[in-house]
């Protein structure tokens, strides 16, 4: 039997430049993502990356929140040219979109100021 996704997720396909396959995130969740060759792959390691995400912060005691109970997260930020490159140049190596790359980077860049990476 199928374990549903109670959270609300995002499934694109990703770009040549980006790996190709599919990729899976959790606007609630911060960080938790996974992708796949094809969209049922995504599914199914994102219901996997989803149960991690939910032990790891139970296990750390971060309140984990409730399904559809945040925004969307969604902004735009203007960045210099150069980081731009940089940031492009490292989803690439790491085959993933600059939006999954840029809000990882935020999410364990918090979670080291709040004391999760110490």
């Known amino acids: 039997m199928t374990k549903r996704l109670d959270y609300p997720f995002e499934l694109r396909p990703l ?69 731009h490159a940089r940031l492009t140049a490292r989803a690439k190596q790491e085959g993933v979109s600059m939006n999954a790359l840029v809000s990882a980077m935020l999410a364990e860049s918090l979670g080291r100021r709040d004391g999760m990476g110490r």
């Open 15 to 83: 770009s040549e430049d980006e790996g190709d396959g599919w990729l899976v995130t959790f606007p609630d969740l911060p960080g938790c993502m996974s992708d796949g060759e094809t969209p049922e792959d995504a599914l199914t390691n994102g219901r996997d990356a989803l149960g991690a995400w939910l032990e790891a912060a139970r296990e750390m005691g971060r309140p984990i929140p409730q399904p559809g109970e945040l925004p969307s997260g969604k902004f735009v930020a203007r960045v210099p040219r150069s980081l």
